[in-house]
């Protein structure tokens, strides 16, 4: 029999565990000085048992927080049922995910393909555009992220990320932001698809104009494009399933990872029927993709979601974040902007002395891009969460 005592993890400092990661890791991020080693609710804890105040949720996956204990349950459970089992048999868990999925979906996306993370929709929905339309280029946005993969990295915008790696595999131009006549102007006889965020998020937290989500549906449609809307960031946290369908546009391929399953690796690309049925047997594919274990975690988190209310509590809640912040009337702060729980703060400096002056202050926040601090607090947040926020902001802006 084997045993059921699982070992335990060697006891570490702080200094200790970032040595080994220096150490072991291929240096590819700019490491905090702190170990996350455990999370409870809105805060997380390091090594040292410092707590601080999760105001990013680990970019934007952690929604239902740490440890939330019906989570939890659910997963403990599917661990003792099944936690692998590829697609090419069925499962009751997957059968479940697609029903919920389903219920948040619009009419019109009524396909799912799962997979393990946000790039990894994104690969998906790029391929399902080229095999759809027998075209190959892509319209996106300038200052739009959605992933390194190389496909992914090809609608990505930012000359850090795509240099070292070009040409990349899929043509691409990056068109101004809010500007249906710029990605108008850029289409031509080789592109299949127009790849947008509702809400840029590494980019910036840039909101997109209703209008213009409406103007580039005209436009795909009007030239047979596949409007692929990316959902990833935006997904879950900005009062509604996804930000592109609460203001008024249903792409043509909808991709969401992050928070769909409170930060149990997943990805999902929803398409419709029509392009669905224009795909062969076998023109993509994922061994871990809906897994068991993945389509228990999506599921628990949907009905959470829906059930506690937090899409209209993240519209609440982040409305009064942003109001809160505006009150402040700082004058090192530019602009305060988002919709939900995805929020921009924008400085009128570099925004890295300010985060580390958070975190010393136990407030875990982000940038995106270089003078914007950037707030993905878990949705389960309460007032008393925005107080301690309000109280560590305003001490770190004086
Ligand atoms: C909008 C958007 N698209 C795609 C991605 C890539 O997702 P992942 O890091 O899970 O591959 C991200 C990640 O930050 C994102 O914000």
Redesign the pocket.
């Known amino acids: 029999m084997p045993t059921a005592t699982a070992a335990a993890i060697t006891t570490r400092t702080d200094a200790e565990i970032l040595e080994i990661e220096r150490a072991e890791l291929i240096p590819l991020y700019a490491k905090r000085d702190i170990a996350l080693v455990r999370g409870e609710g809105s805060y997380l804890f390091d090594a040292a048992g410092r707590r601080y105040l999760d105001a990013m949720s680990n970019?934007?996956v952690a929604s239902l927080g740490h440890a939330h204990p019906r989570f939890t349950a659910a997963l403990t459970d599917q661990l003792n049922q099944l936690t692998t089992g590829h697609q090419s048999f069925g499962n009751d868990v997957r059968a479940e995910l697609l029903t919920e999925i389903a219920t948040i979906a619009p009419e019109a996306l009524s396909r799912s393909f799962l997979s393990n993370?946000?790039?990894?929709?994104?690969e998906a929905a790029l391929k399902f555009a080229q095999a759809f339309t027998g075209k190959r280029g892509l319209i996106a946005a300038r200052r739009g992220?959605?992933?390194?993969?190389l496909g992914?990295l090809s609608a990505t915008a930012d000359k850090k990320y795509r240099e070292p790696f070009e040409p990349l595999p899929i043509p691409s131009t990056h068109v101004a932001w809010n500007s249906p006549e710029a990605l108008e102007a850029a289409i031509d006889d080789g592109t299949a698809a127009i790849v947008l965020?509702p809400i840029?998020?590494?980019g910036g937290i840039h909101v997109a104009d209703p209008a213009y989500l409406a103007a580039v549906r005209e436009i795909a449609t009007n030239n047979n494009l596949v409007l692929i809307v990316?959902?990833?960031?935006?997904g879950f946290r900005t009062g509604a399933p996804f930000a592109s369908v609460a203001m008024g546009t249903v792409p043509d391929i909808v991709?969401t990872?992050?928070a769909l399953a409170n930060g149990f690796?997943i990805?999902l690309t929803l398409v419709t029927e029509e392009i669905s049925a224009s795909l062969p047997s076998g023109a993509h594919g994922s061994t871990f993709g809906g897994n068991p274990l993945a389509a228990r975690a999506a599921v628990e988190t949907l009905r959470i979601y829906r059930e506690d209310g937090l899409y209209e509590h993240a519209a609440t809640l982040g409305a009064e974040v942003v109001s809160r912040i505006e009150a402040l009337q700082n004058p090192g702060i530019r602009d305060v902007r988002g919709r939900g729980l995805m929020i921009g703060i924008e400085l009128k400096q570099k925004s890295t002395p300010v985060l580390r002056g958070l975190q010393e202050r136990g407030v875990l926040a982000l940038p995106a891009g270089s003078t914007v601090i950037r707030l993905l607090a878990p949705l389960i947040w309460e007032r008393r969460q925005v107080d301690e926020l309000m109280i560590a902001l305003a001490d770190v802006l004086s």
């Open positions: 970019y934007g993370s946000g790039a990894e929709a994104v992220y959605h992933g390194r993969t992914a965020e840029q998020g590494e990316d959902e990833i960031q935006s991709v990872a992050k690796p990805g």
